[in-house]
T-cell receptor, first 116, second 115 residues
Framework: AQKVTQAQTEISVVEKEDVTLDCVYE???????LFWYKQPPSGELVFLIRRNSFDEQNEISGRYSWNFQKSTSSFNFTITASQVVDSAVYFC?????????????FGKGITLSVRP | DSGVTQTPKHLITATGQRVTLRCSPRSGDLSVYWYQQSLDQGLQFLIQYYNGEERAKGNILERFSAQQFPDLHSELNLSSLELGDSALYFCASSVGSQGANDEQFFGPGTRLTVL
C-alpha cells in the first residue's frame, strides 16, 4: 500500500534562514505522481508542485526548490531565505496508480513557523 | 481563490443527525474529490466523481455518500453523525479524467462540528 512519511512534525526558523522539509514515500508502482501542497492559517490547500516518477530533475521556482530522488524514495522541499508568509502546514502527497481511479495519499504534514 | 466553492463554511449539529455539504467545482473541471481532515486521521481521500460517475473510493464510511449532478456540482451527505465525524471537509476539482494524478484545486472547506 502507498504511504507518505513526513517525519518532521514542526519546524521553527528565523526569517531568511533556509529550511528543508522532508518527504519519504512507499509505493509498489513504477509510475506515480508526487505533490506538495501548502495549507496556510486560512485553511485552504494550495497546490505547489506535481512531479511524475519518470522526471527526476530538480525543480526551482523562485525561493522554492524540490529534490526528487527515486533511489531513496524521497521528494524534499527547500525554502530559501524563508519569510513569515511561508508559515503554514506543508503536505507531501503521492498518487497511484496512474489513471482514472488513482487516489491521493497525504503525509501528516509539517508545521513550519517562520519568526521575524 | 481557487475557484472551487463550498457551502456552508461552518456547520454545527448533533449526534445522530444528517447533513449535506455542497461543492461547486471550477468552471470547466469535470472531476470532484472529497477529503476529510481531522487531527487524528490527517487528510484522507474519501471519494472522486468524474462527469457524474463515481471514479475512485477511499476511506469513506458507509454512513457517508456523495453524488455529482449534471451541472457538475457535488454533494457529500453524512448521516447518523458521530462525535468523531467532526472535521474539516474539503472538496477539490480538476479538469481531467486522470484522477488523483491531475493537479487538484481545493475549496476553502466546510468545518463540521458534531456535538
Amino acid at each position: 500500500a502507498q504511504k507518505v512519511t513526513q517525519a518532521q512534525t514542526e519546524i521553527s526558523v528565523v526569517e531568511k534562514e533556509d529550511v528543508t522539509l522532508d518527504c519519504v514515500y512507499e509505493t509498489r508502482d513504477t509510475t506515480y505522481y508526487l505533490f506538495w501542497y501548502k495549507q496556510p492559517p486560512s485553511g485552504e490547500l494550495v497546490f505547489l508542485i506535481r512531479r511524475n516518477s519518470f522526471d527526476e530533475q530538480n525543480e526551482i521556482s523562485g525561493r522554492y526548490s524540490w529534490n526528487f530522488q527515486k533511489s531513496t524514495s524521497s521528494f524534499n522541499f527547500t525554502i530559501t531565505a524563508s519569510q513569515v508568509v511561508d508559515s503554514a502546514v506543508y503536505f507531501c502527497a503521492l498518487s497511484e496508480p496512474t489513471g482514472a481511479n488513482s487516489k491521493l495519499t497525504f503525509g501528516k504534514g509539517i508545521t513550519l513557523s517562520v519568526r521575524p | 481563490d481557487s475557484g472551487v466553492t463550498q457551502t456552508p463554511k461552518h456547520l454545527i449539529t448533533a449526534t445522530g443527525q444528517r447533513v449535506t455539504l455542497r461543492c461547486s467545482p471550477r468552471s470547466g473541471d469535470l472531476s470532484v474529490y472529497w477529503y476529510q481532515q481531522s487531527l487524528d486521521q490527517g487528510l484522507q481521500f474519501l471519494i472522486q466523481y468524474y462527469n457524474g460517475e463515481e471514479r475512485a473510493k477511499g476511506n469513506i464510511l458507509e454512513r457517508f455518500s456523495a453524488q455529482q449532478f449534471p451541472d457538475l456540482h457535488s454533494e457529500l451527505n453524512l448521516s447518523s453523525l458521530e462525535l468523531g465525524d467532526s472535521a474539516l471537509y474539503f472538496c477539490a476539482s480538476s479538469v481531467g479524467s486522470q484522477g488523483a494524478n491531475d493537479e487538484q484545486f481545493f475549496g476553502p472547506g466546510t468545518r463540521l462540528t458534531v456535538l
